[in-house]
């Protein structure tokens, strides 16, 4: 078991006896590709002065090299086994000995850092600070028209959803929290590292989800488990495999987002634990969490639940996700209770905008259009709708059509190409892949396999040899 304060401590080391590695980073950011691990704080406390872009460790080398140059990246911190994915000749960070040694690799010098001066280091917490209104970190994603943008959210704006977080979840300094959703993820950052440690918690970290060895955490002394439903179904089906009671345990809080939650799934996950499966909601651009069932609440099963402390969520008339919706009216009224509509955020978790001031997600005055639609009952909860922007979801990770259209259009013979989404009930979706034009099923395969992160392949590819005369309706 580490302590947070050493693997902080670390990073702050590491630029303190890593020249090459400052020179790389200066009037530059730096980027995290590493899984959910403790390495994950070095990294991030070894990007202290810039905006650290975190990406999937799931992500195609493709992705990795697009992000790092859009985002001027100066330096990668990674690990050996997702090193071959750096972009060449791109300073890189190899942390597999946190807190005690880092590798620096640059300009063809491989240099060793001792880590152990850390521990000289005294760190200061305080849990009611504002944190500077400066980048903190880059996230890839509205990817609508084609082209993932980097949202870039604040140190205020990630303290500020930690600190809601510790309210919803009733965190305390003797919660045991298990973190199987990725770091690079605001939700897994912000739910299952960065709140639980602001109170002096104990966090589990988990590289790679293992079914097996989480249900024997949770039959232990895990107290809460965030995940998305991919994950609980997993978790369930461990549990009746293993025959493990969860109830012996001291599990109080399952939090599940990223997607919508089924109400079986819901049903089942308390009749089996005897624990609520509480739902919320977010996205990137609003740090990410902004409605959810509190634990200090009945949970209300099928809703998103009520706004986050000190985050205002209203219902409002949808903006038109089919064209580039900037000019919104400001003034617009919110919509009454029971009336659908699109939701909208705001509050001191709103991220500042994207990467090269690019246009994404409207906004509407300070309210940030989610391109998602819902309701607001008279109880205050929220109802989930469906999406009005071009995206679903697979296994918790927003899928973008136009990203993979745009991808796999750029491969010679084909004429158009189109992607869907299949339903599934345990992925969520299934991806459908139209390719109109003179080219082989396995050849599409590996083009996509080469450009495309892994949860981005899509399981099912139609060719259609000739290209159609006009093209098909385009998706609802």
């Not at 807190?99 to 917490?125: C, M, Q």
């Not at 990817?143 to 919803?168: C, D, E, F, Y």
């Not at 965190?171 to 639980?196: C, E, I, Q, R, Y």
């Not at 679903?392 to 491969?411: D, H, K, Q």
């Amino acid at each position: 078991m580490l302590e947070a304060q050493q693997l902080v401590a670390a990073g702050l080391t590491l630029l303190q006896r890593s020249a090459p590695l400052v020179r790389a980073l200066s009037g530059k950011r730096s980027a995290i590709l590493l899984q959910t691990s403790p390495a994950f704080l070095t990294a991030l406390a070894a990007s202290e002065g810039r905006g650290a872009v975190l990406i999937n460790p799931l992500a195609a080398a493709a992705d990795v090299a697009f992000q790092c140059a859009d985002a001027n990246v100066g330096a990668l911190f990674t690990s050996s086994a997702l090193a071959v994915r750096a972009p060449a000749g791109l300073p890189i960070v190899v942390l597999d000995d946190v807190p005690r040694f880092a590798r620096v690799i640059a300009h063809g010098r491989t240099r060793e850092v001792d880590l152990g001066s850390h521990h000289g280091l005294a760190l200061e917490l305080e849990l009611n600070a504002h944190g500077r209104d400066e980048e903190a970190v880059i996230v890839y994603t509205s990817a609508m028209r084609g082209t993932p943008l980097g949202a870039v959210l604040t140190h205020a704006n990630l303290l500020a959803n930690a600190r809601s977080t510790i309210q919803a979840a009733g965190n305390v300094s003797s919660d045991h929290v298990l973190a199987l959703l990725p770091f690079s993820h605001l939700f897994g950052l912000t739910v299952t590292a960065s709140a639980p440690l602001l109170v002096g918690a104990r966090v589990t970290t988990m590289a790679r989800f293992n079914p097996a060895t989480a249900v024997e955490l949770l039959a232990g002394d895990v107290t809460e488990v965030v995940g998305v439903p991919a994950i609980f179904r997993a978790l369930l089906a461990g549990i009746a495999r293993r025959g493990v009671r969860v109830s012996d345990g001291l599990l109080r809080l399952a939090i599940c987002g990223g997607a919508a939650l089924p109400r079986d799934l819901q049903d089942r996950w308390a009749d089996v634990t005897g624990v609520e499966l509480r739902e919320g909601y977010g996205l990137t651009e609003a740090g990410p969490v902004c409605l959810v069932n509190s634990a200090d609440a009945p949970n209300k099963r099928g809703t998103l639940g009520k706004p986050y402390p000190d985050v205002d969520v209203g219902i409002f008339a949808p903006a038109n996700y089919s064209e580039e919706p900037n000019a919104l009216p400001v003034d617009s009224p919110m919509r009454a209770d029971g009336v659908p509509g699109e939701i909208c955020v705001r509050g001191a978790n709103v991220f500042r905008g994207y990467v090269g001031g690019k246009s994404g997600l409207p906004r509407r005055g300070e309210w940030l259009c989610t391109g998602d639609a819902g309701v607001r009952e008279s109880d205050g909860t929220f109802r989930f709708l469906g999406m009005l922007k071009p995206m679903f979801t697979r296994n918790g990770f927003n899928i973008y059509p136009r990203e993979l259209e745009r991808a796999v259009s750029e491969m010679p013979g084909v004429v158009r190409c189109e992607v869907s989404s299949l339903a599934e009930p345990v992925k969520e979706n299934e991806i459908r892949l139209r390719v109109w034009g003179a080219v082989g099923e396995l050849d599409v395969k590996r083009w996509c396999e080469a450009r495309l992160s892994v949860y981005k392949q899509p399981s099912v590819i139609e060719i259609v040899a000739e290209a159609p005369t006009q093209r098909p309706p385009s998706r609802a």
